[in-house]
């Protein structure tokens, strides 16, 4: 199933109950108006529900997590507890990933034993609660597809936590609009390039260690480097981007302008810059005034960097953080 959008729409997968499809064990949904108006104006999504491709029907007695910590939990009927749709979901899971690697992102459930990003609540056998882990269709795609942005619809409400994911995913359709239809280690570079500073915001020593690993990569094969450097690149941009990292990237853009710009400028530059260090103001605002002079004084390299805008500012993804 998916929701009707532009050709250009960025398409993500979502728990289908979320959309307000009625595919949860009561015959129930769960539908976000967040995702469905506000990000949906923006997104293409294509729902999935793994129980019902599983093929436990609605209505359909609940499942749950069963297992002790250090294991894999298994998925078993709360009623029948014989019942064991494991491997089920598990191929349901394998199946989803190999028909869906056009996606760049996936909005899940929270608390569902299949769906549920983390904190799923896993029984003993007798019944009583032991620890809390994944849901088993979270596990697969994490295996089988772990450059993919996942997050739980509840998780959104975090402004951090949104933001990030938001980029995540625009960051992961850069590499697909311009890397994968024609891959090459130029390609590879120019995206490094742009998602530079970007990487900076996240974590300085994952651009550097990508950055060498790229530039002794000609004698590695092409389909070798660009998983390693697509994995390392995700998994750095997971990492969520702290006030201070953020500083960091601003000061190093404004080193840009320094010699285009009057002293008093570039003092109410930095003094913006400190404002949100010091959580007075949010991003948004040393963003924008730094964008406004990069516009007329940067070089063609500074303004095709992607942390200037890494998603539509329409969103207003860095007005809360």
């Not at 130029?186 to 996240?202: D, E, I, N, W």
């Not at 651009?207 to 390392?232: C, I, P």
Request: glycine residues 8%; aromatic residues 8%; hydrophobic residues 35%.
């Amino acid at each position: 199933m998916q929701q009707a959008a532009s050709d250009t729409a960025i398409p993500v997968g979502i728990s289908a109950c979320l959309t307000g499809a009625e595919v949860r064990y009561n015959g129930g949904h769960k539908r976000s108006r967040y995702c469905l108006e506000v990000l949906g104006e923006r997104l293409r999504f294509e729902t999935f529900c793994p129980e019902l491709e599983a093929g436990l029907g609605v209505p359909r007695e609940p499942v749950r997590l069963v297992g002790r910590a250090g294991e894999t939990p298994r998925v078993r009927g709360t009623r029948n507890t014989e019942r064991d749709v494991t491997a089920s979901i598990e191929q349901v899971g394998i199946d989803f990933v190999e028909a869906h690697r056009h996606l760049r992102g996936f909005i899940l459930m929270k608390g569902s034993p299949s769906c549920g990003l983390e904190r799923v609540k896993v029984y003993h056998e007798n019944g009583m609660p032991s620890h809390t882990d994944s849901g088993a269709f979270v596990r697969v795609m994490r295996e089988h597809f772990p450059e993919l942005p996942l997050e739980e619809e509840a998780r959104l409400n975090d402004p951090g936590l949104r933001e990030n994911f938001i980029s995540r995913i625009y960051a992961l359709d850069d590499w697909k609009r311009n890397v994968e239809p024609d891959p090459s280690h130029h390609a590879m570079l120019q995206f490094h390039s742009r998602q530079k500073f970007l990487l900076m915001a996240h974590r300085v020593s994952a651009y550097r260690e990508l950055g060498r690993y790229l530039a002794e990569a000609h004698q590695r094969a092409l389909a070798e480097t660009q998983k390693y450097y697509l994995q390392g690149f995700m998994q750095a941009l997971a990492r969520p981007a702290t006030r201070k990292s953020h500083t960091n990237a601003l000061m190093h853009i404004l080193g840009y302008l320094k010699h285009a710009l009057d002293g008093q400028t570039r003092r109410d530059l930095l003094e913006s810059i400190e404002e949100y260090r010091l959580e007075q103001v949010p991003l948004v605002v040393p963003m924008r005034l730094l964008n406004h002079y990069l516009k007329r004084h940067g070089s063609d390299y500074i303004c095709r960097q992607s942390y200037l805008d890494p998603h539509p500012y329409e969103l207003g993804l860095r007005n809360a953080i």
